[in-house]
């Protein structure tokens, strides 16, 4: 009994280095193809730029506004949109209304109103929201009578020119897709959009760009772009199967040979989430809405012909970059009992040293997120210094939202299907007057207390319970400790 105990002990031990050393693998070979990426970023930035003219004959285009209770921000979009430079006799604006409270009357009385100073605008609402926002926009494309289709979501401000800078962009019959590059309008307002915007930069920044110049596959954002109208109907249309449709069209569209084309350079400024639970909502959306498209499209990406080696290869990591929230939330967990592995089992010390491949995964990440940093605030020492502190924070709270992003990944691979939550805006509302705040305590922030209290037991074991002082994974679980404190007690200071 006593040799099987032991053996059953030993198949444990190797089956948490198992999987340790399998995470710390994916995350290193994901950090590989970010620095790859970070290669054609360069030379992208050295790269002359050939702006097309504007055609002298313009084509129609509609612009698409879908809504579903955006009371606080109805009349600014449509303020914004309503101003955009493009001729009228040309220009389609639909209000995608799918609203259930008084933005409903709100967008109503805005249309009746710019219809009234000759804007081309028109409401579309529906009887069932059925397919949320991705039935919306088929429902709208049904009636849409523009070759081309601009989308944006109710908190984005397109400068009245964007048209005008992104049409030209369609001068080949392949290309399917024009994205745009989101802004911040109040990137400085908290520690939370500091560190949304710095992750949203380095998508939008480097990940865009980088893949774009290997004419990888890219993917619409949901918004601030413009379609070709014939792209999206051979494509498939609209799919409300996944929570992020987005994604899934990006993929459909690539893979029946359509060309997406990203511009760094032009901006559409939006608002980021300001609440703890505004940015759960949209972060559980965004997650899980990646590992169900890595189900629905990995198997196809594989098989497609056509599409270089290398392409595949990206359009997997592309696919799978949310389940690198699981990936470490594995390595945090399984980090605390390695410390006593390694001083229990000194032969297996080897597998704990692999632990390096994290730290050499980070400096990688370090490396290639200073670009972006310099891209947009420049270089110099006192901007190095700004830019450490930025990435401590943001590397500090990924950390914290691992355990809340890895159930939303482990959700969609299993299959598990969930409505459609939209993150709530606030425009200039403060947080406790807006009608969309949600005070309630999640489940959540009792989990990231736990695995907080978790983490400080592990600093503690470093070097007051195994038999010699080791202080490898100290800083590691330090910074896990600050990171799950800091999203619990936002959490539950929201909720006051």
Known sequence: MEIMSTLIFRYIIYGILVIYIGCLLMIFFYSLTQLNILRHFLNFLNQ?????????????VTVQLPIYNEFHVIERLLECIT????????????????????CLGMSQRLVIKYKKKGIPIELITRNKREGFKAGALKNGLAHAKGEFIAI????????????????????????????TRWGHLN??????????????????ILEQVGRNQQQHFINFNGTAGIWRKSCILDAGNWEGDTLTEDLDLSYRAQLKHWKFHYLVDVVAPAELPITINAIRS??????????????KFI?????????????????????????????????SIL?????????????????????????????????????IHKYIYGGGLRSFLQYINRFISFYTLVMGFSIHNSIAVLEGYFGKKSSFVRTPKFNKSKM??????IKKVSFYSFIEIALALYFLFGMYASFNIVAKVDFGLFLFHFFLFIGFSSISYQGLKQSI
């Open 299 to 331: 198997a196809q990406v594989i098989t497609a012909k056509g599409h270089p080696i290398w392409t595949k290869i990206n359009a997997f990591f592309h696919l799978i970059n949310s389940s690198m929230f699981l990936n470490i939330l594995l390595v």
């Open 152 to 179: 944006f979501d109710s908190d984005f401000l397109p400068k009245p020119d964007w048209l005008l800078k992104t049409i030209p962009h369609f001068i080949d019959s392949k290309i399917g897709l024009v994205q």
């Open 432 to 437: 406790k007057d807006n009608k969309y705040t």
């Open 48 to 60: 002359k730029k050939d702006i097309p003219p504007v055609p002298k004959k313009l084509p129609k």
């Open 282 to 295: 949209q972060q559980f959306r965004w997650n899980k809405g990646g590992a169900e498209n890595f189900r």
């Open 83 to 102: 101003a955009l430079e493009y001729p009228h006799s040309l220009l389609q604006i639909q209000v995608l209304e799918d609203s259930t409270d008084e």
């Open 187 to 204: 990137r400085e307002y908290s520690i939370l959009t500091k560190v949304q915007a710095f992750a949203l930069d380095a998508h939008f």
């Open 335 to 371: 980090s605390v009992p390695l410390i006593y592995i390694k001083s229990a089992y000194p032969e297996l010390s080897l597998a704990y040293d692999i632990s390096t491949l994290f730290i050499i995964s980070t400096i990688i990440f370090f490396t290639c997120y200073w670009f």
